[in-house]
């Protein structure tokens, strides 16, 4: 079978760009035949091997649609792979859809879907998805409010099919980690990963530090990212008030915040590193989290907002679930998984179990049974 993803690639830092190097990696286990092209975006790097290439070959801020089709020819399946500030809200994207080959099975992936109560250009963003959607063959979306949302949108449900995001299983060790991240040896670590940007709400997280820290005194809180290099001026006002508010709750000794950028290298070992992952974030998208499936990868336990993004969690626990803004709450499920044993095992059991079944592998074979569905 010969497999052509449009999509941005790697080096990019992109998370669409690190979703196709994984899945791609887990097709090619499960399928070791499968001829694979990636039509990258231009910034990837090219490469030709034995049943893989990569071709950067387009620019999302030109006409594209001729650059993305020319790639396609011989392709048994093309999968988009769609994010709304990739290919914007023009007529390209349908075109590219519309110009290929009647022969070639056309699949997509929603990777995030704006309600239109919630986006500033109000039903733009659901009648693009809408659009895209009725013209591929097949849509994959990760989270069920997705589905329901282009159910909504009359897109036939037999045609949309739920697949988790994947997950890398790793098993870095904590004291390995730790060394190599220069973190502390001893105490309990909370992690927060990724740019820091105001939606997060990483100074929820600190009144639950402060919280935590009247039980506990050798837990600290590690901020693990920086801004964008294009960063809002919200954002990095924001970046300002979490230093200001760090002094103002005297945690200068329990948190670690570098506002800095960790490499792809260092990525699995901050996980390795930390005893509990937290996602206070405050949002109304419908997208699933790649730094959620990192921390069950890495088998450690997951305190999340209830919001649409974390709705996976409850396959683990939903206890582990709060209410957005609720610092308090986070500080109880933290001091139960620190203080209760039964608790913090099941939570770890649960944790296995599902990033066994959301494996890339596992996910990649889902893709592979929609690829030659008839």
């Known amino acids: 079978m010969k497999i052509a993803y449009v999509s941005t690639y790697l080096p990019k830092q992109c998370g669409i760009a690190t979703y196709v190097d994984y899945l791609i990696r887990g097709i090619r286990r499960v399928d070791p035949l499968s001829d694979i092209k990636v039509i990258a975006e231009k910034g990837a790097s090219p490469i030709k091997q034995e049943k893989f290439e990569v071709n950067p070959c387009w620019d999302r801020n030109e006409d594209y649609v001729k650059p993305i089709i020319s790639y396609t020819k011989d392709a048994d399946v093309v999968h988009i792979q769609h994010e709304y500030s990739i290919y914007k809200f023009d007529d390209r994207l349908p075109l590219v859809l519309q110009g290929l080959n009647a022969k070639i099975k056309k699949v997509i992936t929603i990777h ?56 890398k299983i790793s098993d870095e060790g904590k004291r390995i980690s730790r060394l ?64 200001k508010r760090i002094s103002e709750l005297e945690l200068q000794n329990n948190v670690i915040y570098p506002n800095s950028f960790f490499p792809n290298e260092d990525i699995l070992y901050l996980f390795g590193a930390s005893d509990v992952v937290l996602f206070p974030y405050y949002e109304e998208d419908r997208s699933a989290s790649g730094s959620f499936h990192l921390a069950i990868g ?41 203080e209760d044993t039964e608790f913090w095992q099941y939570v770890i059991n649960r944790t296995e179990e599902y990033r066994k079944l959301t494996s890339w592998q596992a996910v990649a074979a889902q893709h592979l049974q929609i690829y030659k569905k008839r």
């Open 112 to 167: 995030c879907l704006r309600p239109a109560q919630f986006s500033e250009r109000k039903a733009v963003d659901e009648n693009f998805a809408k659009r895209i959607a009725e013209l591929a063959d097949e849509v994959i979306v990760h989270l069920k409010s997705q589905k329901a949302i282009l159910t909504r949108l009359k897109i036939p449900s037999e045609k949309i099919h739920i697949i988790p995001h994947g997950t």
């Open 180 to 243: 190599r991240l220069r973190l502390p040896i001893d105490g309990k670590i909370i992690l927060m990963f990724g740019f820091v940007k105001k939606h997060k709400c990483i100074h929820i997280a600190l009144d639950a530090l402060a919280e935590i820290l009247k039980k506990f005194k050798d837990v600290y809180l590690f901020v693990a990212g920086g801004l964008t290099s294009t960063a809002s001026q919200e954002d990095r006002e924001y970046a300002k008030f979490l230093s």
């Open 298 to 338: 890495a088998k450690k336990p997951v305190i999340a907002s209830r919001i649409p993004k974390f709705e996976e969690l409850r396959n683990i626990c939903d206890e582990l679930l709060v209410l957005p803004y609720n610092s308090s709450g986070i500080a109880k499920i933290t001091i139960r998984l620190f």
